[in-house]
């Protein structure tokens, strides 16, 4: 019997679907509650973000600046609580060290480079103790075709009539003055030719052509059988000292800077200041008067070019652009890029190009020169027949000469005389003129084209300080 009281309640099928719609109902409902809230934690997040974003970024930059201030305190004592009583030659090295940020000064690791495989030094100079004892080898001249190099002078019967001791541009297309002496196209056609004795012009054509050095200077300047050179015309770089020299060096080679008042003047503001001995560290110091062209560039060339006119009895030279710190003994890299390489003169090859043509296209480009000025060299130089070779005799045919190592033969002394009126003739971009040079004076053919990495090897670059002032007429 059933209980009067009970209710039955039916369930039909339809109802428990509708029931458990709902349940998916209330769940979907909660879901989109909860990425509703999401949202509005981003949104929060952003709006606070972008009301404070200046906050942020400036807490942490004063956080860094407190350290470098704390840092640069802290090292400041211990610097200077180092020796106070550097050597002369370091002395100038710790000066200009302060004004260099970049940290080539004083640099002697070695520059490497691959090699099938192997990695090795680009200038494979010869250990310290080998150095002490190398010997400097006499060699003879006797197989070059020129057996006499004569310098024309004034005093030949070749006057100029009245021109004046400066630069003045005397014809349309050259630079030739007191200094230089004329020259026209046909006498320097025949100055190419080789023959047993050799007529040139050769700069310091009259005594009244300026790049006047004193008495006392050119007697120091006779006594260098090696010399190692730079100049720095108008105040354009500091001197940076030599290192890396081995005893026999310090001993038997000569350091020479050649400097203009406007240099000695810049360089005393910076407490750089010549000694009663005429020396600034290993530097002697050689200040030229009345410098010929108004163009620093071409008053440059003439110490860079002419050092076996500036030292008559040096056998061997070194030049290195005032840009640059040289860094490696001389004696070790004469043998290493001459009397190793049986080589007369040694200079690097251009890191960029191969072509002369291709070279003056990047000189204008780079507003190095005149397009007018490039285009008259290179016309003359199509005219002549020069080539658009990138190698001569199985060598690169364009240089980067920053660095110039040379043994001062008759051949090369002609080479240099020949470089440098092309310079004087046409623009003062001496990479224009070298290949050119070298193809006419075809009797000159043992020069060692090193790599860039070995000139790297050589010196460390520091690149021109300040514009160097014009000369004033």
Known sequence: MFNSNSVSISVSDDESDELGRMRVRVRRKRKKLGH????????????????????LILLPAIGLLLYEAWSIGWKSPQLNSKSEKPSLVHSELNASSEKKSEGNLNRLDPITRVIHGVRERCLQILPPEELEHLEIPVREDATSPV?????????????????????????????????????????????????????????????????????EDKNYMQSCDIVVSTCAFGGGDDLYQPIGMSEASLQKVCYVAFWDEVTVSTQESAEHRIGEDGFIGRWRIVVVSDLPFADQRLNGKIPKM???????????????????????????????????????????????????????????????????????????????????????????????????????????????????????RFTSRDQLSFPYVLWRLKVLKNINMFPVCTRKDLVNSMGHIRKAKPLKI
């Open 36 to 55: 509703r809230f999401k949202n509005e934690f981003v949104r929060r997040v952003v709006r606070n973000l972008v009301r404070y974003w200046a906050l």
């Open 306 to 424: 002419l050092a076996h006119r500036l030292f008559p009895h040096s056998k061997y030279s070194i030049w290195v652009d005032s840009k640059s710190q040289f860094r490696r003994d001389p004696l070790g890299v004469l043998e290493a890029l001459l009397w190793r390489t049986n080589s007369v003169l040694a200079i690097s090859e251009h890191g960029a190009r191969s072509s002369v043509y291709d070279e003056a296209k990047a000189v204008v480009k780079k507003n190095k020169a005149k397009p007018e000025e490039v285009e008259v060299q290179l016309a003359q130089y199509r005219h002549d027949g020069l080539p658009e070779d990138k190698r001569f005799h199985g060598k690169k045919a364009l240089a980067e000469a920053s660095v110039i190592v040379r043994e001062h033969t008759l051949l090369t002394n002609m080479f240099m005389c020949l470089w440098f009126n092309e310079v004087v």
């Open 147 to 215: 057996k006499k190099l004569l310098y024309r002078a004034q005093n030949d019967g070749l006057l100029l009539g009245g021109y004046n001791t400066r630069s003045e541009e005397h014809t349309e297309a050259t630079r030739f003055n007191l200094f230089t002496g004329n020259q026209t196209l046909d006498q320097r056609g025949e100055m190419f030719k080789v023959n047993e004795t050799v007529t040139i012009n050769c700069g310091f054509y009259s005594e009244n052509g300026g790049f006047k050095i004193s008495n």
